[in-house]
């Protein structure tokens, strides 16, 4: 992830529809601004702002939701302001207890059949692509699109491949997809215009447990080259043969 | 045990209730009934909470057998239903004798209608929800066969109707900027504007297509933005420049562009819109978008006291004895009582 701050940019809210506001650090992905987002979200979450329903962290921005017959967008703008100015959130620290996380992957085969496409989109022979790709530490920048699912980065430079022009219909759950120096774990077989590269046999969420979400921001996750038949192996264990250790 | 039985039912009925607030943080979107306002209705004319769980169909119904004397109500998209052959007035309340037959057919316009029970359908809760959200794999579509438990009911009239809407053929609907709607030039949101969409065939609870003559709607280097949170009313421009208007059930996030957002209060206008409606949008200043959520809001409020009673068919009379032995209280009193 890009290690200097961004500080061209200053952060500025929107409006998202009529019930909302995007607070955004960046309009690309950096790790100051990332940071910034996970922080800022935790604290308007703590700020308690009657009228605020719910806040979220994206990947460089905070969406917060709010019932605009109870609170006047400028009321809530200012207090977001005041917010904003209380400290350098860019310099904010990671959030507590991150894990490393080795996860068994499957690149390309009938299991991850873009690989070669991705591979070509990013200049890079197929054996260099796996290379790169189970090499890379790559951190949880965010949790969306679907239950528990990160958005993980940054890649190399390569990697930075437009998403499809059409949308696969579906990829499976635990299917790894690229796009933009970012990776995507899917959680529920989903739509995607993201390029599947490769298959885990991790299960991201699980609404029957009292964890119901696997991974969180700030987790770091490598994806380890294996082959078929370890997933198979894993079939049955929710961590897909995933080895944890914590960050400390 | 208070129960309904499931004998048909239509593929991708389930479940719903408000949704589950609270996970988006986790990637879980709210979800809940497509049309609220269906929901509420269905709450007024039972007198109960809208809260209490219903079950959804879409674009037709299927048959159901009450397993002991149940109240019910039958809002949204109005559909052919019949209670062991008799005709069944929709956007109204009905008794239900044990062992008795509803049959609920096709919808006649819109996409989603609803059978509420009195005291809800009482399956488990997930994440603080009995909402299924098929995209996030929580619970599942109900199949042919399914016994759905029916919570205890506090009681009340029937016999009730609310006014028909007319939400269930598309029309206009209204939009605010969104903080992408810059992406898209001028010139193309001019033309998306003078543009009227047809719904395409293939739309679920998370969002819809919507098929237009001419070209497609691409922003400014669409393919390559972050990935940013979607609300409900989302309109997401693909990167073939189709729009999909993005439901309750959507992911909470996508790195599509979005061109603009419905209100909320045209959201149940649009998800009722049928297959092949036509559909058309006008940006509205946020004042206007604010005093049309108050006016949603206020006839939440009043939907009890616009509950009327049924006038009925004399050849339908053994309806109305239905319904007076099992609350004991007629429609007109239930209607003195207001609120």
Known sequence: MTAEPPHFFSPVIRPAGLTGVLVSFGDILSEPANRAALAFSAAVARAGIDGVEECAPSLVSVFVQFDPLHLDLEVLVA???????????????????????????????????????????AGLSVDAAIAQLSDARVRVQTIGFAPGQP????????????????????????????????????????????????QTALRLFRP????????????????????????TQHADDPDGGAVIEAIR | MRALVVHRIAPGATVQDRGRAGYRAFGVSQGGAADPLALAEGAALLGQSPDLAVLELPGSGGVFEATAPLRIALTGAPMRATLDGAVLVWNASHAVPEGARIDIGGAVTGSYGYLHVGGGIDTDRRL??????????????????????????TGGAVGLCLPQDNRFDGGILRLVESFQTGLFDRETRDRFIA???????????????????????????????????????????????????????SQTTGGYPRIATVIPADLPRAVQTPSGGRVQFRFVARQEALEAEMRLR????????????????????????????ISGVTAGGAFEEGE
């Open chain 1, 79 to 121: 207090r977001l302001t005041a917010l904003l100015e209380d400290q350098d959130w860019y310099a904010a620290p990671m959030p507590e207890g991150r894990r490393f996380i080795r996860v068994p992957t499957v690149y390309g085969t009938d299991l991850a059949p873009q690989l070669a496409e991705a591979a070509a989109a």
């Open chain 1, 208 to 231: 029957d447990s009292d964890t119901p979400f696997f991974l969180r921001p700030g987790d770091e996750v490598q994806f380890v080259q294996a082959s078929p038949d370890v997933l």
């Open chain 2, 195 to 249: 543009t009227s969409f047809s719904r395409d065939a293939r739309a679920n609870r998370m969002g819809m297509r919507l098929n237009s003559e001419g070209g497609g709607f691409a922003a400014r280097g669409g393919l390559n933005i972050l990935s940013e949170s979607i609300l409900p009313g989302d309109i997401q421009i693909t990167g073939d420049g189709t729009p999909y208007l993005l439901l309750r059930e």
């Open chain 1, 151 to 198: 958005y993980l980065g940054l890649l190399p430079e390569a990697w930075d491949i437009p998403r499809q022009t059409a949308l696969t219909k579906a990829v499976p759950e635990g299917a790894l997809v690229v796009a933009i120096r970012q990776l995507v774990l899917f959680s529920v077989a989903n739509p995607t215009g993201w390029r599947h590269v490769g």
């Open chain 2, 128 to 153: 603080g929800s009995r909402s299924a959200h098929l995209a996030a794999g929580i619970a599942a579509a109900v199949p042919a066969g399914a016994v759905l438990p029916v919570g205890a009911d």
């Open chain 2, 298 to 325: 206020a006839h939440l409020k009043v939907l009890p006291k616009l509950c009327t009673p049924l006038v009925r068919d004399p050849m339908q009379m053994r309806d109305l004895l239905g319904y007076q032995l």
